[in-house]
């Protein structure tokens, strides 16, 4: 399983701003998921690479904006008015397949990011 590059992270107090960033040369569907102590990993945003299309998790929408940088093959994620319950490691996730039938599942990508911790303070 290869492994993607992440950068960013770190803290934050509530209501500041954060981006992060991902390496993900030729995948096609990227995505955004974060594990919080003692819980699951969850998805959090999701891409097509040549489709402006995106989705995001209920908690994170209206705040949390993933993009793609098609130059730098890189995948971003700008995350505004952090709030603490956003503490988390985050992980980037890609697949090479164009067609997810379940993009918000883990299972559905097959090269995952080392991760990155976000905390926020209230």
């Given amino acids: 399983q290869e492994q993607l590059v ?11 701003s954060m981006r992060l960033s991902c390496a993900v040369s030729g995948r096609i569907s990227v995505a955004w998921f974060r594990q919080a102590p003692g819980k699951e990993r969850e998805f959090v945003a999701a891409i097509r690479w040549y489709r402006n299309n995106s989705i995001y998790a209920d908690s994170v929408k209206g705040r949390f904006t993933i993009s793609r940088d098609n130059a730098k093959n890189t995948l971003e994620l700008q995350m505004n008015s952090l709030r603490p319950e956003d ?3 985050y992980y980037c996730a890609a697949s090479r397949s164009l067609n997810l039938s379940r993009p918000t599942a883990t299972s559905s990508y097959s090269s995952w990011g080392q991760g990155t911790q976000v905390t926020v303070s209230s």
């Fill in 87 to 89: 503490t988390a490691v």
């Fill in 6 to 16: 992440q950068s960013g992270g770190g803290q934050a107090q509530a209501g500041d």
